[in-house]
T-cell receptor, first 118, second 106 residues
């Protein structure tokens, strides 16, 4: 089991360009999340999806859109990137580790995508 | 506004016990989560709950609006960012603090 995977690991964009960050989990979790991490700001929730077919705004949703493609995949889209969106983006899913057979009920994180917008 | 508060930096010596304090103003929150984060890696859960608990070298204290993470026998490799988070009920939405950078002095 890979857990939570994210692509790409690194990305550089120019202001106004668009891109989609991909996230997938193989733990059969219902809930998935997108966070951004900035120095001195901690982890801030952008959007989340409590279950397949539903999405909700978090603390900092402006400038982003999300798609819960199926139970496994939750993507984050920047339609027109801005320098203020330079950050490290983390995807997470919530449930028990390893497809519900062990571990603890919590949010499991991916390794992050470092995005720079010039 | 729902917020979680923790110090930006804590320093410790190798072999000592270090305490990282956290408190919150999140409505109806009573579960605490402590995550460890090394740069370039996925944040990882250390300990969680609504009562005092221990996982290996990590102890969590608990009060209704505050928690501390105690790391026993601190090592140089423990230098990282530690996040406190809390949630009402089952934990579907976590509110994170700004993270505490642990510095370990040899």
């Amino acid at each position: 089991n890979a857990g939570v995977t994210q692509t790409p690991k690194f990305q550089v964009l120019k202001t106004g360009q668009s891109m989609t960050l991909q996230c997938a989990q193989d733990m059969n979790h219902n809930s998935m999340y997108w966070y951004r991490q900035d120095p001195g700001m901690g982890l801030r929730l952008i959007y989340y999806s409590a279950s397949e077919g539903t999405t909700d705004k978090g603390e900092v949703p402006n400038g982003y859109n999300v798609s819960r493609l199926n139970k496994r995949e939750f993507s984050l889209r920047l339609e027109s990137a801005a320098p203020s969106q330079t950050s490290v983006y983390f995807c997470a899913s919530r449930g028990y580790g390893l497809a519900g057979r062990e571990g603890t009920d919590t949010q499991y994180f991916g390794p992050g995508t470092r995005l720079t917008v010039l | 506004k729902d917020q979680v508060f923790q110090p930006s930096t804590v320093a410790s010596s190798e072999g000592a016990v270090v305490e990282i304090f956290c408190n919150h103003s999140v409505s109806n929150a009573y579960n605490f989560f402590w995550y460890l984060h090394f740069p370039g890696c996925a944040p990882r859960l250390l300990v969680k709950g609504s009562k005092p608990s221990q996982q290996g070298r990590y102890n969590m204290t608990y009060e209704r609006f505050s928690s501390s993470l105690l790391i026993l026998q601190v090592r140089e490799a423990d230098a990282a960012v530690y996040y406190c988070a809390c949630t009402p009920g089952g934990g579907n939405k976590l509110t994170f603090g700004t993270g505490t950078q642990l510095k370990v002095e040899l």
